[in-house]
């Protein structure tokens, strides 16, 4: 039977605050161990090095604490993937500040220790329904720490990649947000009932126009594991080449979604 998702899926408040503070630790526990050179190497995200991917990091943990301290708007505008589809219009200014933000910080332990208390401390008191002032629009505390998610399990891969051998774990909760969340922007922006992706186990979606589907296995398959499908749907990796290597497997003809990949960069 088809398990297509036709309700803005919901988050556990608790749950994703537990996610981003055991995500955000991971990240602190694993730069806090690398030495001078590591943090000046390169990284795959265009000149910036790692410790201003490990700067960012923080400055995405930290606007929730931000946010938190500003006044509260009057009514939510966003959900979690609307932010999503307008982080590319921001990305450049983002990319300005990482580096001007990284010089002017001498101590990036103290940095993230700092980032993760004052996060803490936040997030003890204030209602996953308070809403929050973001560069996009107003959306709820819960919905933001989800698009939190996505930053935190994305750049944990991105350190992974460059530094060999420095394996930042990644929280399970953390990584089933981040899937998910990815899975349902991929619904939206190209809905429908054609294609069932599937990225076992944390979420199914349905999308792409077409002949719907009501029962038995559905004529267009896509099923990749959830970090094949966070670098896809982030630009990290190539749907030809993912399909190609075998991290994906699609059937039928509406399966290849290479046109509408990646959702975000």
Same mark, same amino acid.
């Given at each position: /039977?088809?398990?297509?998702? +036709? ?7 608790? +749950?994703? $605050?537990t996610a981003v503070l055991a ?35 923080? /400055?995405?943990? =930290?606007?929730?604490?931000?946010? *938190? ?9 966003l959900g979690p993937h609307d ?41 003890a008191t204030a209602p996953g ?9 107003? /959306?709820? *505390? ?16 991105? *350190? ?28 939206? +922006? ?49 749907? $030809? ?11 039928? =003809? ?9 959702? /975000? $960069?």
């Amino acid at each position: /039977m088809s398990t297509a998702r +036709k309700r803005p899926r919901t988050y556990d408040p608790a +749950k994703i $605050r537990t996610a981003v503070l055991a995500q955000f630790g991971h990240v602190r526990e694993s730069v806090g161990a690398l030495s001078a050179d590591r943090l000046a190497g390169p990284t795959r995200l265009g000149d910036w090095t790692v410790r201003e991917l490990a700067a960012h990091i923080a /400055m995405t943990v =930290e606007s929730v604490s931000r946010a *938190l301290d500003q006044d509260e708007p009057a009514r939510s505008e966003l959900g979690p993937h609307d932010l999503l589809f307008a982080s590319a219009s921001f990305a450049d200014a983002i990319a300005g500040g990482v580096r001007e933000f990284a010089d002017r910080t001498a101590d990036l332990d103290a940095l993230l220790a700092d980032t993760e208390q004052r996060l803490t401390e936040r997030l003890a008191t204030a209602p996953g329904t308070r809403l929050l002032a973001t560069r996009a629009g107003a /959306m709820t *505390l819960t919905d933001y720490l989800v698009t939190r998610t996505v930053e935190l399990v994305v750049h944990s891969d991105d *350190l992974n990649a460059a530094v060999p051998g420095l394996d930042v774990p990644y929280d399970r909760q953390a990584l089933a947000a981040c899937t998910r969340l990815l899975a349902d922007a991929l619904a939206v +922006k190209a809905p429908g009932g054609s294609t069932e992706v599937r990225v076992p186990p944390y979420a199914v979606v349905q999308c792409v126009e077409g002949p719907r589907h009501t029962r038995g296995t559905p004529p267009n398959v896509v099923e990749t594991d959830p970090l094949t499908w966070v670098r896809l749907a982030t630009g990290r990796e190539e749907w $030809r080449e993912a399909v190609r290597e075998a991290h994906v497997r699609a059937s039928g =003809e509406r399966a290849d979604l290479g046109g509408l990949l990646p959702l /975000m $960069r």
